[in-house]
């Protein structure tokens, strides 16, 4: 474990505290940003485009909206000069995926900043050793994703321990909220599983329906962004698992959403290299993905040292997620 080494920063330079949000337009940033505002941060949201947040709030209309096309600023060199170009005293960056855009964006911020949080993710534990996995755990990525992101963890941590970098990583599982398809009971994203669902009929299941997938609401990854602000000191240095209480197993997932469409289930179940012989090549993978993953994570550490309590339970994320599909005709049942 590394020791952290903090850097100098004027923790004094303003009343107000800025902070930037980089891809805050999307699932995590349209309910983490409506916190930052209420909590008297002074907001600037960086995104490659103008789309709308998931779910409208009125803090919105207090942030400033600065568009930044990160691919091609990084190639240019001066996306990170941007950033701190803004003055901020907190930069959330919920968008980075390769080990070249954490190291330019750190490089632009060293000593600049009062703390960085960086949006990780549990799928770079890869296979799991003991369960409910821990964040401490070795990382054993099985895909490029987790390679790619564990590079960035690693990075990170390194650069806490040698140079003082301010920094967290927040670890979400399948994230869910209204306006997108929950991580569906065969492990894949087509919404057109949900509508097999609720029909009742005999639902073919990879494996024994026993492997795990772990989601956590939208609100409770930004809850936990907000309690690592909140908990600055405890928080450097570290990073935390956001899932909720209980991960589902394949079979119990689709008995309740069955039940849920007021059908009882009539569940098979077929080895996952047979699975879905009518499943396109990307359901395929994402089933095998998955399978493979069985995401089962522990919140211990969060509990302890943020006070992370999950306000939605795994199931209740994903049935509100559902009852929008619906109402809004993209599931049809």
């Known amino acids: 474990m590394y020791q952290i080494v903090l850097t100098t920063y004027n923790f004094n330079r303003r009343v107000k505290m800025k902070a930037v949000v980089i891809g805050g337009s999307g699932h995590i940033g349209t309910f983490l940003i ?52 803004m003055n901020p005293d907190v930069v959330i960056d919920l968008i980075c995926f390769t080990l070249e855009s954490a190291e330019h964006i750190v490089n632009a911020l060293k000593g600049r900043i009062r703390h960085f949080l960086h949006c990780g993710t549990v799928w770079t534990h890869g296979f799991n050793i003991k369960i409910p996995v821990t964040e401490d755990q070795p990382r054993i990525p099985i895909d490029d994703y987790g390679t790619k ?117 009539e569940l098979y179940y077929t080895p996952v290299n047979e699975w879905g012989a009518d499943a396109s090549e990307e359901d395929s993978q994402q089933t095998r993905w998955h399978v493979n993953h069985s995401s089962h994570c522990s919140i211990e550490k969060a509990k302890r040292l943020l006070g992370y309590q999950p306000r939605y339970s795994s199931l209740e994320a994903i049935f509100e997620s559902l009852t929008w599909l619906i109402d809004n005709g993209e599931i049809k049942v």
């Open 149 to 265: 992101k564990a590079a960035i963890e690693d990075y990170l941590h390194r650069e806490a321990a040698l140079n003082g970098f301010p920094m967290t990583i927040v670890m979400p599982g399948h994230i869910v909220g209204p306006g997108w398809v929950p991580l569906n009971p065969v492990g894949n994203f087509n919404p057109h599983v949900y509508e097999e669902l609720s029909t009742g009929k005999p639902f073919e299941l990879p494996n024994l329906g026993l492997e795990t997938l772990h989601h956590v609401h939208a609100d409770d990854v930004a809850q936990v962004f907000m309690k690592s602000l909140f908990n600055c000191s405890t928080a450097l240095g570290e990073n935390f698992h956001v899932v909720s209480e209980q991960a589902l197993s394949l079979r119990g997932y689709a008995a309740a959403v069955i039940r849920w469409f007021g059908k009882e289930p």
């Open 34 to 85: 409506p916190r930052l505002v209420e909590s008297g941060y002074d907001v600037i949201n960086v995104t490659r485009g103008t789309r709308a947040p998931y779910k409208p709030h009125k803090a919105w209309v207090q942030v400033t909206q600065v568009t930044l096309d990160r691919d091609e600023e990084e190639k240019s060199g001066t996306f990170g000069s941007k950033i701190q170009s």
